[in-house]
């Protein structure tokens, strides 16, 4: 099935360094989320993306929605320790409803 | 109380054996899913279900049934778990016409 490529797959990063990831794709989508989940939960809803070249920040959090529809990029600024997590992408394809396709996650380490 | 409740948060049980993963839901949501997070493959769609009479099968559903008993119930059955059926499970909801999921906390299978 139609898969998210989303890098880098881990990161280990020292409080204070800004991060970045991204997720790319083959196919063109009409939405583009982004998730972060951490130990012994479910993912949580950080920023959503609704039009092409939208940028959208939500604290220290700022993602962008691709001009071609086909990536979409996660900036963390200033990471702290609480930032530790799986973050993931998610993307919803044309005429799919509310089915989303999800990225393979970047796992996210800070370092005091 | 969580939005989204699964039970049990995890299990282990035996190969061959039949398993229920339930979902429970105050959010009023029409729509359902079900998720397996496997390490390195991000969250893939088992099944899915758009109003109580509506089942839908998603990228991964051989080896798994489920029954939407009611709107806010959407359980998850292995009738004959195998070991590569050991992950993570999310149950998630989403409004009609939205696309935002909102998560459960997992639950944990291991089938030995």
């Known amino acids: 099935g139609q898969q998210l490529n989303q890098s880098p797959q881990s990161m280990f990063i020292q409080e204070g360094e800004d991060v970045s990831m991204n997720c790319t794709s083959s196919?063109?989508?009409?939405?583009w989320l982004w998730y972060k989940q951490e130990p012994g939960e479910g993912p949580v809803l950080l920023i959503a993306l609704y039009k092409a070249g939208e940028l959208t920040s939500n604290g220290r959090l700022t993602a962008q929605f691709g001009i071609t529809r086909k990536d979409s990029f996660l900036n963390i600024s200033a990471s702290i320790p609480s930032d530790v997590g799986i973050y993931f992408c998610?993307?919803?394809?044309?005429?799919?409803?509310?089915?989303?396709?999800f990225g393979t996650g970047t796992r996210l380490q800070v370092t005091l | 109380d969580a939005d989204v409740t699964q039970t049990p948060r995890n299990r282990i049980t035996k190969t061959g054996k039949r398993i229920m993963l339930e979902c429970s839901q105050t959010?009023?949501?029409?729509?359902m899913y079900w998720y397996r997070q496997d390490p390195g493959l991000g969250l893939r769609l088992i099944y899915y279900s758009f109003d109580v009479k509506d089942i839908n099968k998603g990228e991964i559903s051989d080896g798994y049934s489920v029954s939407r008993q009611a709107q806010a119930k959407f359980s998850l059955s292995l009738e004959s778990a195998i070991p590569n059926q050991t992950a993570l499970y999310f149950c998630a909801t989403s409004g009609t016409g939205a696309n935002v999921l909102t998560f459960g906390a997992g639950s944990r299978l291991t089938v030995l």
């Open positions: 959010k009023g949501h029409d729509r």
């Open positions: 196919s063109i989508f009409n939405t």
């Open positions: 998610a993307g919803q394809l044309p005429g799919t409803a509310s089915k989303l396709t």
